[in-house]
């Protein structure tokens, strides 16, 4: 169980054990048992669309708040581009970063400037000849955890250039320990996140030994002392920005914009990803060279951490976006180095899967779990109401089967169940001893010749 | 309730054939019932992942099961698969009353295609099924004549 990690989590005093949760997890990770929601730690892909939907707010993301920062002693905040979606169009960037800074930070850096560099290396990528079309976008750790437990037969197709955040870290803490001639160990480097599956990337990464980032700070708990600290500020920093191609990753579509002519599809929302995939597996989708998954639906800006509605934060990035189009020039762009596109492109990593479905070692015996599984099943009625604490029928009749669900959970099997039980009740109350029956010789007398049979068969 | 597959039991393979056990999944499959494309070879590798068998292979057994399955909606009149899954090799037998293919050989050349029209515009009918099969199958057998249908058998080893 202690086999992952988990930014995802549940206050148990808040959770009243509803189905929720367990209904809308893509990977049917939830089971309500004893009154409370119970995460299966393999199967979480900490897309948290659970702390969407949980009516009481008892799912939760945990993730590193202002106070971390005292562990070190020079921090740097990673700025995302959907941070920039949660405000209004006119406060210009620079006021952005400076408030988040006068938060307690050395330093500020932005994501955009990675997603810039992820985006040449996306593009070089996608111009070698040989590689396995389509490329999936493996900049949403949720998207990519999802195909790990879902569709691992994909691996080979995940795209190997490393996520923003991922970059702009390297580079900030490069420039960092530059600057302030600290050792790497000195220094915070933390993402402002709208997203708990990025808390996981930090503590888990996945294709990468270690990550460059210190921890992540959700965006909705910084947004109320941001706003403040905002509104105060008289004057802001001076810094070279990042460009709209960068900036545009804050919602979908904003990766796959930046390659040009390529073919490309764009899927977000984790059940559209989910779809995506599932086709992919089943051998389509051959005329297509990348495909970006988000499992927010609108992109990061849809984030379960962010701050802001997602179609106000979608509005106010479209309009900033375009405005940084006009006014964008060749030589207002910062160029993007060979090297930092060769440090972000990893070839040849090795991806594990996550075996999940396996029933049973024995693959006998899972066949005979299977067996079971679909004799269970028919016996339940197939409403997936979620009562039993199962997210559907199915999963309830797996849970039976591998012993974690008994059948007296689904509400209408326990009602056929005493209804049966009554029956025979009544059945057993209709049976009446020989002196009170008013039949008369119900039962014909026994031939002396068939008992002298039956004593002999017995020996 | 309502499924697209109807039986799912323990097999018994005859001993003069093979040993051990394994289970039977029986598919019915109608003409032009697109909605339903895609649940049985959904089924069957949900059923081979559970057993354990790796991705890359469960990815064969269903691309051949997929390609099967949309070959009997487009074509036939109706048909079933039979999908019998051992612990060392799934076989998939697909049966059809479809108008049968007249050249086979032509047929399994890739974008040879008979689908109709209409068929070829909602995306479906590139000529790659039968292709698909092939490639994805270790064993691969077709047998068809016209007016007597198409009777094609798969075999994927673990």
Same mark, same amino acid.
């Given at each position: 169980?202690?086999?992952?990690?988990?930014?995802?989590?549940?206050?148990?005093?808040?959770?009243?054990?509803?189905?929720?949760?367990?209904?809308?997890?893509?990977? *049917?990770?939830?089971?309500?048992?004893?009154? &409370?929601?119970?995460? @299966?730690?393999?199967?979480?892909?900490?897309?948290?669309?659970?702390?969407?939907?949980?009516?009481?707010?008892?799912?939760?993301?945990?993730?590193?708040?202002?106070?971390?920062?005292?562990?070190?002693?020079?921090?740097?905040?990673?700025?995302?581009?959907?941070?920039?979606?949660?405000?209004?169009?006119?406060?210009?960037?620079?006021?952005?970063? @400076?408030?988040?800074?006068?938060?307690?930070? $050395?330093?500020?850096?932005?994501?955009?400037?990675? !997603?810039?560099?992820?985006?040449?290396?996306?593009?070089?990528?996608?111009?070698?000849?040989?590689?396995?079309?389509?490329?999936?976008?493996?900049?949403?750790?949720?998207s990519v955890r999802l195909l790990l437990v879902k569709y691992p037969e994909l691996i080979e197709y995940l795209s190997p250039v490393d996520a923003p955040v991922e970059i702009a870290a390297r580079i900030a803490r490069e420039e960092?320990?530059?600057?302030?001639?600290?050792?790497?160990?000195?220094?915070?480097?933390?993402?402002?996140?709208?997203?708990?599956?990025?808390?996981?990337?930090?503590?888990?990464?996945?294709?990468?030994?270690?990550?460059?980032?210190?921890? @992540?700070?959700?965006?909705?708990?910084?947004?109320?002392?941001?706003?403040?600290?905002?509104?105060?500020?008289?004057?802001?920093?001076?810094?070279?920005?990042?460009?709209?191609?960068?900036?545009?990753?804050?919602?979908?579509?904003?990766?796959?914009?930046?390659?040009?002519?390529?073919?490309?599809?764009?899927?977000?929302?984790?059940?559209?990803?989910?779809?995506?995939?599932?086709?992919?597996?089943?051998?389509?989708?051959?005329?297509?060279?990348?495909?970006?998954?988000?499992?927010?639906?609108?992109?990061?800006?849809?984030?379960?951490?962010?701050?802001?509605?997602?179609?106000?934060?979608?509005?106010?990035?479209?309009?900033?976006?375009?405005?940084?189009?006009?006014?964008?020039?060749?030589?207002?762009?910062?160029?993007?180095?060979?090297?930092?596109?060769?440090?972000?492109?990893? *070839?040849?990593?090795?991806?594990?899967?996550?075996?999940?479905?396996?029933?049973?070692?024995?693959?006998?015996? !899972?066949?005979?779990?299977?067996?079971?599984?679909? $004799?269970?099943?028919?016996?339940?009625?197939?409403?997936?109401?979620?009562?039993?604490?199962?997210?559907?029928?199915?999963?309830?009749? *797996?849970?039976?089967?591998?012993?974690?669900?008994?059948?007296?959970?689904?509400?209408?099997?326990?009602?056929?169940?005493?209804? $049966?039980?009554?029956?025979?009740?009544?059945?057993?109350?209709?049976?009446?001893?020989?002196?009170? @029956?008013?039949?008369?010789?119900?039962?014909?007398?026994?031939?002396?010749?068939?008992?002298? &049979?039956?004593?002999?068969?017995?020996? | 309730?309502?499924?697209?597959?109807?039986?799912?039991?323990?097999?018994?393979?005859?001993?003069?054939?093979?040993?051990?056990?394994?289970?039977?999944?029986?598919?019915?499959?109608?003409?032009?019932?697109?909605?339903?494309?895609?649940?049985?070879?959904?089924? #069957?590798?949900?059923?081979?992942?559970?057993?354990?068998?790796?991705?890359?292979?469960?990815?064969?057994?269903?691309?051949?099961?997929?390609?099967?399955?949309?070959?009997?909606?487009?074509?036939?009149?109706?048909?079933?698969?039979?999908?019998? #899954?051992?612990?060392?090799?799934?076989?998939?037998?697909?049966?059809?009353?479809?108008?049968?293919?007249?050249?086979?050989?032509?047929?399994?050349?890739?974008?040879?295609?008979?689908?109709?029209?209409?068929?070829?515009?909602?995306?479906?009918?590139?000529?790659?099924?039968?292709?698909?099969?092939?490639?994805?199958?270790?064993?691969?057998?077709?047998?068809?004549?016209?007016?007597?249908?198409?009777?094609?058998?798969?075999?994927?080893?673990?």
């Open positions: 169980m202690d086999k992952y990690y988990h930014s995802v989590r549940l206050l148990n005093e808040r959770c009243i054990g509803c189905v929720s949760c367990a209904r809308h997890c893509p990977t *049917e990770a939830i089971r309500v048992r004893g009154g &409370k929601a119970r995460i @299966t730690e393999s199967r979480c892909i900490d897309c948290g669309e659970c702390i969407r939907y949980c009516p009481n707010h008892a799912k939760t993301a945990v993730t590193d708040s202002l106070d971390d920062l005292q562990n070190y002693r020079y921090n740097v905040a990673l700025a995302a581009p959907s941070l920039y979606a949660q405000f209004d169009k006119n406060i210009p960037v620079e006021k952005i970063l @400076t408030g988040l800074r006068t938060l307690g930070f $050395d330093q500020v850096a932005e994501v955009a400037r990675g !997603a810039e560099i992820a985006t040449a290396a996306l593009r070089e990528y996608l111009a070698k000849p040989g590689i396995k079309r389509p490329v999936i976008s493996s900049a949403c750790p949720a960092a320990s530059r600057e302030s001639g600290l050792p790497s160990d000195s220094i915070g480097v933390w993402f402002i996140t709208p997203c708990p599956a990025k808390m996981t990337a930090v503590l888990e990464p996945i294709g990468v030994a270690k990550s460059a980032l210190t921890g @992540t700070i959700s965006m909705i708990s910084i947004y109320g002392e941001l706003l403040k600290s905002i509104s105060g500020l008289e004057s802001a920093m001076e810094t070279t920005l990042a460009s709209a191609e960068g900036v545009g990753w804050a919602i979908a579509g904003g990766e796959a914009g930046g390659l040009g002519d390529a073919k490309i599809l764009v899927a977000h929302g984790i059940r559209n990803v989910s779809n995506i995939m599932e086709q992919l597996a089943l051998g389509k989708l051959n005329d297509v060279d990348f495909i970006e998954c988000l499992s927010c639906a609108g992109g990061c800006i849809g984030g379960p951490l962010t701050a802001v509605n997602r179609f106000v934060a979608e509005n106010s990035i479209k309009q900033r976006l375009k405005r940084m189009r006009s006014e964008e020039t060749v030589e207002s762009r910062q160029p993007v180095e060979a090297a930092q596109v060769g440090l972000a492109l990893r *070839e040849g990593r090795s991806i594990e899967p996550r075996p999940v479905l396996k029933l049973d070692d024995d693959i006998v015996v !899972a066949m005979q779990k299977i067996e079971l599984i679909d $004799d269970t099943l028919k016996r339940l009625p197939g409403l997936d109401c979620g009562s039993c604490g199962s997210p559907t029928c199915r999963a309830l009749a *797996e849970d039976i089967v591998q012993g974690t669900a008994s059948e007296t959970d689904c509400v209408f099997r326990l009602r056929e169940m005493v209804r $049966d039980l009554a029956q025979e009740m009544v059945n057993l109350s209709e049976k009446l001893p020989p002196s009170l @029956t008013t039949e008369i010789g119900m039962k014909d007398p026994i031939e002396p010749s068939r008992l002298r &049979k039956n004593r002999m068969e017995r020996g | 309730m309502q499924m697209a597959w109807r039986l799912v039991r323990r097999w018994q393979v005859r001993v003069l054939k093979n040993e051990g056990t394994g289970l039977l999944l029986e598919f019915p499959l109608e003409h032009y019932r697109f909605e339903t494309a895609g649940e049985a070879s959904s089924k #069957v590798k949900q059923v081979v992942r559970q057993l354990g068998v790796d991705a890359q292979t469960a990815r064969r057994i269903s691309v051949c099961a997929y390609e099967a399955e949309l070959n009997a909606i487009i074509h036939a009149f109706g048909g079933r698969m039979k999908v019998r #899954v051992f612990p060392d090799r799934t076989e998939l037998e697909v049966t059809d009353e479809g108008p049968g293919i007249p050249d086979v050989e032509a047929a399994m050349r890739e974008g040879f295609s008979t689908a109709p029209d209409n068929i070829r515009e909602l995306g479906f009918g590139a000529g790659m099924g039968l292709p698909n099969m092939k490639r994805s199958a270790d064993e691969f057998e077709i047998k068809s004549a016209p007016g007597a249908g198409t009777w094609i058998r798969m075999l994927v080893r673990y």
